[in-house]
């Protein structure tokens, strides 16, 4: 029997910490100090696999959970795209169809399960992504977007092996560069940087990812001797079961816990 796909709505937690984060990141991305609101973000990081998608979709989740903005995720990544598998979605019709066939972008509109966010997919994958890649086009596409949505989060390719983010960011408001902790090196995250034009783009800042595997502590809220999760005390409510002493803990914490693999792996 055919399986139903897991979406990353399903497993996005609205008291998580990191959602905290995610609503923090929005609010310095919406108050920018410029005449035009930022409307349209990329996100982009110097290499693969940074969290570069993982991060659009949480950034486009919380803007419409927590923030109530109606939300489009754009994926630009025609290279190796991902959001639609993210959301369980198939991949076209899509950016691909749009680019290369002229199809309407309205008609390649995904809903997803959360309402006011739809995303645009990739499409079919083409043997020539550079040639399909059209940034003015997509940027003509994303200005008309903004007719009828709040935020767009645009996912796109890295910047160091490919030149589609670096001439994709001066068509959008503002870009956001994923940096994962304990893995992207300092020099390719200052040349990520670099090839980044500050005269025509606005880089809005860095997204730290991967901040559990390198500072463990930064989100043990009980060990600042807080513990804000309502979710949590629901739990202990319930079940009548305190969380076990923080000794006890830090034992089994020494034993290497799933989640810490997976941020490994
Ligand atoms: N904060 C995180 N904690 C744990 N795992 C993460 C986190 N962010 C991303 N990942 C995992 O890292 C892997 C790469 O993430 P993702 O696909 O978002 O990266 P990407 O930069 O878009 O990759 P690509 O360059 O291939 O498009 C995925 O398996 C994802 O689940
Ligand atoms: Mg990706």
Redesign the pocket.
Known sequence: MAQTPVSIADLYDMEAPYVTEYRRLLHRIMNQDREEPVKSVLVT?AM????????CCLLALTAVMKKKLKTLIVDA?LR?P?VHKLFGLPAGPGLSEVLAEGHDPTDALHKTAVENLHVLTCGRLRENPTEVFDPEAIGRLIDEMKFYYDLIVV?CA?LLPVSDPMLLAPKVDGVLL?VKAGSTQKEVAQRAVQIVDPETSNVLGVVL??M?HSLPYYYDYEYYHYDYSPKRLLNQRATGKKKPAKEERGAAKKEDSPQDN??RS
């Open positions: 990081s693969v696999g940074e969290g570069k998608s993982t991060a990544d190796k991902s996912d890295p994923v990812n991967n559990n997976v941020a």
